[in-house]
């Protein structure tokens, strides 16, 4: 199946007063109809940024953005605004991290639903307000007929991204990009969302870009998963060649740094040693080499993100097979 | 809200009571305020200065003065002491050119604030931007009574462009009316436009960076769209508090505007009453304008429940 989204070599730099942010450089990937691709890295590794620039989010006038975005085939990198506000919404949604914040607080949801559908179907309000209720009521929303006059900060913060969710299908969409969705929520409401989520991509074949630092998300959700770091995708795999395959030492070390029901409790998580790099000055040659413990004389070269093992998992690391295969082994940590 | 207004006139009550005791006593302790000694006039005699004393009453003692005053004001029996005339019949008397000059002020200050203060946080930083800010920083830094003045000789005696002042009833001609006023009007908005402007500026800027806005982008809004419903809209909440409180001093002392343009108003009657240190119509004017400032302040606090749903009256506040 062709893809719906593909994303090329893109890099979103921004000037700062201390220089330039490389916060994305060089990032590649496919999204197919109704698949969940997750979005994986830690604070700072670009996946945000990634996905506000799909939709042209980032664009601001210390922002220089390069490389090639496509959707069904048209490029959106350098559409005009005209151009661009008819994908926004239309066709490709998107739900943020905050549910406090990412709605107005002055205006009814009902109101923020209905100004969504009429910026692109000419509809009546009435019309666009029974729309409304339907969403709501789709997203799980009790009694949407009185709910849609209420404002946000009458709602949940669980309740608040429903009603985000509810808005960014309100125009069928055929892709969703859900900006940490979770990050802001309870445990047990987390596990709803993601239920939902899951749902929608079910039953409307809906394409999912799920961004997290919570590989718990990731594995409840995805069907593929791009691993970032320092702007960078470091592997990109199926759910399970990430969870049982990894070919990154960062990968490796981000799954060893997970809390395992399997192993007996006192033990101390292992952790990946040091800090991330900064974006403004990079580390030459492999981005994690300086805190990678498997760094040999290669990794002084930058590695491309290839299919190394000719089985459509690619990754940017050095290692030959036989030290991949170590990466798997668990961690000691004394 | 029933709540809530009861407090707030409880309050009002307080904030005068509180107002007229101050204005009585600073009054009683200025030196050379008797007025007794002045209505005499040069050279009088001890016992003329005692009759006079004793007519004005005077001679009882300080609370009792005060609470006379009190029951005068509150049955509109209230005498100046030097010009013998009614009080409050003075400031209603003033009411029509005050209220014409300040509604037009505030008016004309807060339009043209909006639009410079959404122009110059759209063009942050660029040419118009700059322009603007320096604008109103000049606006800021001009005293009233040197731009009156100014204005005046520049604009009704270099170029007899405008009257130079007075004012005509709005019901006798409504042309002359507002012709009359463009000169005050602008004189008392400009400090406003420059410190509004750059109050609206600011908050533009910030709430530009709310995720809402972002959310709102998101949508497929039109940039306009986005910043006029979403980034305008929320940014004008501090903005209607500021003129509530300002509108309210306004009307309550237009003093120098009022005089410099000889438009005889309640700011204009306050002058006067302040020159010639007469206690009746300062304790009024002093009150007319607190009792303005209250209740602008009240307006204030149930607007903003309006434009801000998450404050609602009377309630306890919701998350």
Known sequence: MSALLTVRDLRVGFRTDDGLVRAVDGVSFDVRAGEVLAIVGESGSGKSVTAQTITGLTRAP???????VRYRGQELVDLDDAGLRAVRGEQIAMVFQDPMSSLNPVYRVGDQIVEMIRAHRDVSRAEARERAVELLRSVGI??????????PHQFSGGMRQRVMIAMALALEPAVLIADEPTTALDVTVQAQI???????NRERDLAVIMITHDLGVVAELADRVLVMYAGQVVENGTLDDIFYRPQHPYTAGLLGSL????EPRGRRLPQIPGQPPSLLTPPQGC???PRCAHRFDRCAELPELD?????????????????????????VVS | MTRFIVRRLIGMIAVLFAISVIVFLIFNVIPNSDPAARIAGKNADPALIARVSADLGLDQPLPVQYLTMMRQILTGQLMSYAKDRNVLEQIWDGLPATFSLCIGAGVLWMAVAVVFGYLSAVHAGRFTDRTLTILSLVGISMPVFWLAAVLLYLLTYKVQL?????YVPLSRNPVEWAYHLVLPWITLAILYIGFYSRVLRSNMLDTMNEDFVRTARAKGLSERQVRIRHVLRNSMIPVVTLFGLDFGMVVGGAILTETVYNLDGVGLYAGEAIRSLDLPPLIGVTMFGAFFIVLLNTVVDIVYAVLDPRIRLGQAAAV
């Open chain 1, 307 to 331: 299919d190394r093992g000719g089985t459509g998992h690619l990754d940017r690391c050095w290692l030959d097979s036989e030290h991949r295969q170590r990466l798997r082994e668990p961690v």
């Open chain 1, 194 to 200: 993601l239920r939902l989520l899951a749902r929608l």
């Open chain 1, 287 to 289: 981005r994690f080499a």
């Open chain 1, 142 to 151: 009790a009694q949407p007929e009185s709910r849609i006059r209420d404002y």
């Open chain 1, 259 to 262: 809390t395992r029901l399997d």
């Open chain 2, 162 to 166: 405008f009257p130079t002042g007075s």
């Open chain 1, 62 to 68: 210390n922002a220089t953005i390069t490389g090639s």
